[in-house]
C-alpha cells in the first residue's frame, strides 16, 4: 500500500513528480564523445539503451531536450581550494589558487515547462565544471541518496513509471514498484521542499569516488555543497505566491547585487560504509572535509545557448580522482550520450 501523502487530493498518483525522480543527475550532464561511436556496433539493447528509450518518451525527450533537468540556468565563477584540499587529492583545481567554474542550477522535471514553485521540478540539481587542466564534473542534486543503486533497478522504476496509465485502475506499475522498494519510496515522498533560492539549498553528489593525494594515499567521499549563508525553503503559502520562473528571476537578482557562496565538503567513507550503494546514506557524523568556496558570480549572456553545448558528465575525472566501485557514474555516463544525441538531432 503506497502512503497517502504520494496521492494528489482526488487520490491521485503524482506521475510527473515521479518521473521527476528517476535519476540523479540531478543535472542531466552529456558526454563530450559523438554519439554515433557510443551508439555503433550495439546487438541486443543494454540496460544504458533500454533506460535511454523509455526517458526519450517524456516531455523533454520528445522536444529533444535533456531527458531530466530539462529547465535550468549557466552561470559562472569562481573556486578556491581551502588549505586540507590538497591533503585529500592532488587534483589540480586543489592546488591553490582561484580556478573558473561553470554551474548549472536546474528543476529536476523532464519538462522544460515545469513551475518552479511545484514540487514536481524535485530534486533540484547543480552541475559544476572545473576549468583547471584538463577540467574536471561534479553532478548533484538536493537529496541526500539517490533513489536506486543500480542500473538494473533504475531500468525497472523508468518501466513501471512509462507503463503506469493514470486512467486506469490501481494498483497501478509504480504503485507496485514503490510498494515493494522502500528506499525509492522514501526517496519519492521526501521531494516535497521548495528552495527559496537555488542558492540556499544544499546539493549531494550521492555517487562516490576516489581521492588520491600527491603521497598515494587513496580514501573515499562524496561531494557535499552547502549554501555558505544556509539552507532556506518556502513554506506552501510562501511557494503559491512565488512565479512559474522565481528561481531563475530570484538568481539574476540576487547575483547582480553580490555572488552566491557554497562550501564544496567531502563526506569520507568509515569502515563499513557502503560506496558501491547511492541509496545508503552515510551517518552524518562521517568525517568531513572542506575542499573549498565555489562563487558564483554572474549569469552568462546566452543562457539557452550555454544549455545546448554544456555537456556535463560524472567520469569527465582529473588526476587525483578516480572512479570507485559505485555502479551508476559510469551508467550515467552512457544515457547520457542518447541524450545528446536527441539534442542534436543525431
Not at 128 to 157: C, K
Request: glycine share 8%.
Amino acid at each position: 500500500m503506497i502512503p497517502k501523502p504520494l496521492f494528489t487530493k482526488n487520490g491521485r498518483l503524482k506521475m510527473s513528480s515521479l518521473t521527476t525522480s528517476c535519476l540523479s543527475c540531478g543535472v542531466a550532464g552529456l558526454l563530450t564523445l559523438t554519439a554515433e561511436s557510443a551508439l555503433s556496433g550495439q546487438s541486443a539493447p543494454d540496460v544504458a539503451q533500454q533506460i535511454a528509450e523509455l526517458m526519450a518518451q517524456a516531455p523533454s525527450g520528445q522536444a529533444h531536450q535533456r531527458y531530466i533537468h530539462a529547465k535550468g540556468i549557466v552561470c559562472t565563477g569562481t573556486f578556491e581550494a581551502s588549505p586540507d584540499a590538497l591533503a585529500i587529492s592532488r587534483a589540480a583545481h586543489f592546488s591553490g589558487g582561484v580556478v573558473p567554474v561553470t554551474v548549472r542550477f536546474s528543476d529536476g522535471a523532464p519538462n522544460s515547462a515545469v513551475s518552479d514553485n511545484s514540487t514536481d521540478a524535485n530534486p533540484r540539481g547543480m552541475a559544476i565544471r572545473f576549468g583547471s587542466g584538463r577540467g574536471t564534473d561534479i553532478m548533484t542534486i538536493s537529496h541526500n541518496g539517490f533513489v536506486v543503486g543500480t542500473g538494473e533497478e533504475f531500468l525497472a522504476f523508468q518501466r513501471a513509471i512509462t507503463a503506469t496509465d493514470s486512467s486506469k485502475p490501481h494498483p497501478w506499475p509504480i504503485e507496485a514498484y514503490l510498494g515493494s522498494h522502500p528506499k525509492a519510496l522514501k526517496f519519492v515522498q521526501e521531494l516535497r521542499s521548495i528552495p527559496a533560492s537555488f542558492a540556499t539549498e544544499s546539493f549531494y553528489s550521492n555517487n562516490s569516488f576516489v581521492f588520491v593525494n600527491s603521497k598515494g594515499l587513496r580514501q573515499t567521499g562524496r561531494y557535499q555543497i552547502i549554501p555558505v549563508d544556509g539552507a532556506k525553503y518556502l513554506d506552501e503559502t510562501e511557494a503559491k505566491a512565488k512565479s512559474a520562473d522565481f528561481l531563475i528571476e530570484e538568481l539574476k537578482s540576487r547575483l547582480a547585487q553580490a555572488p552566491a557562496r557554497f562550501r564544496l565538503l567531502l563526506q569520507l567513507a568509515g569502515p563499513g560504509d557502503q560506496t558501491n550503494d547511492s541509496t545508503v546514506v552515510w551517518p552524518d557524523d562521517r568525517k568531513k572535509v572542506e575542499l573549498g568556496v565555489i562563487a558564483i558570480t554572474s549569469v552568462v549572456a546566452d543562457s539557452a545557448a550555454a544549455e545546448r553545448e554544456l555537456a556535463f558528465d560524472p567520469t569527465r575525472l582529473t588526476d587525483g580522482i578516480e572512479l570507485s566501485d559505485d555502479p551508476l557514474p559510469a551508467l550515467r555516463s552512457r544515457v547520457y550520450v542518447y541524450s545528446v544525441a536527441g539534442r542534436r538531432g543525431k
